[in-house]
């Protein structure tokens, strides 16, 4: 049997499951079982595959016909410009997080020295290529889960910015710190019922803590959003990942809550995603 052949079968195999990006899965559990990257894998279609190998491919295409991420079997996710070690005990990183990224860069020059706080670093993947593309900026992430912040801790030393951001195990209601230029923070905000909906990779896998965002889904927004008042400097900038529905009720709060300049960016699917505003008092 070749690739070509064992690629095909187990496409059709997730397929069966509706694993919509059944052939991409296939493609990258091949790369991990053959040790290669998935361009090798594709280049080379017509060579043989070997007995053992088959029956490794086979063990982690059943794990992903269980609804396992792939990015659990394979421990990576690619974000932005880099590649993150990620297990069961973080968010796996979206590229719609990306946008983060994005608005944070567009107001810090390459050599900005400014102090940003990050809310909720999960695997680190934020704090990280912030620091990577601004190295002289100064990053503390917070995250409630001790877990997660082992994770973002491994992400750091892998990409050698261990000593340039301070991560720390703490609930933001319980940190009180210095005044930051800016604070970023892709709080979980998806409501109790949606959370039922949502595909079964992320339903049995992803941690709850890191997902539901409560009844209304606006919580933990509200909770960050008061506690920026003390957290941030005058005229410091909060930049939220958001629910696509979410922009008007938050804009209103906001406003309620001394910030202003507020505007909503769009991800590549055309949903509110990412939303700046200004703190004004």
């Known amino acids: 049997m070749n690739l070509q052949q064992i690629l095909n079968k187990a496409s059709s195999q997730l397929k069966l499951k509706n694993i919509k990006s059944y052939k991409l899965d296939s493609e990258l559990l091949l790369a991990k079982t053959l040790n290669v990257s998935r361009e090798e894998v594709l280049l080379n279609l017509n060579k043989k595959i070997e007995q053992s190998e ?19 079997i394979i421990n990576y996710k690619f974000f932005w410009k880099y590649k993150f070690f990620v297990n069961k005990d973080v968010l796996i990183p979206r590229p719609e ?19 940003i706080l990050e809310i909720g670093t999960g695997s680190g993947c934020v704090a990280v290529s912030l620091i990577k593309e601004r190295p002289n900026c100064r990053i503390v992430a917070i995250d ?13 030393e892998i990409h050698q910015v261990g000593k340039k951001i301070n991560f720390l195990n703490i609930d ?10 800016i604070i970023i923070s892709n709080p979980p905000y998806i409501t109790n019922s949606e959370l039922l909906s949502l595909d079964k ?23 960050i959003i008061n506690k920026c008042n003390r957290l941030l400097k005058n005229n410091g900038m909060l930049i939220l990942e958001i629910g696509h529905k979410q922009g008007n009720k938050l804009k209103q709060y906001l406003k309620s809550k001394g910030f202003n300049k507020i505007k909503i960016y769009k991800d590549l699917s055309g949903k509110n995603r990412c939303l700046v505003s200004t703190k004004n008092h």
Not at 97 to 115: A, F, H, P, V, Y
């Open 144 to 156: 409630k889960s001790p877990k997660a912040i082992k994770v973002a801790k491994k992400n750091a």
């Open 201 to 223: 990779d992320v339903k049995l896998n992803e941690p709850k803590i890191a997902l539901s965002g409560g009844f209304s889904g606006l919580e933990i927004f509200f909770k």
């Open 172 to 181: 933001v209601d319980k940190y009180f710190s210095n005044k930051y230029d």
């Open 97 to 115: 997080t990306e946008l983060i990224i994005e608005r944070t860069l567009s107001i810090l020059t390459k050599k900005s020295k400014k102090n």
């Open 54 to 72: 088959i029956k490794k491919f086979s063990y982690y295409i059943n794990l992903r016909n269980q609804y396992k991420p792939v990015a659990h």
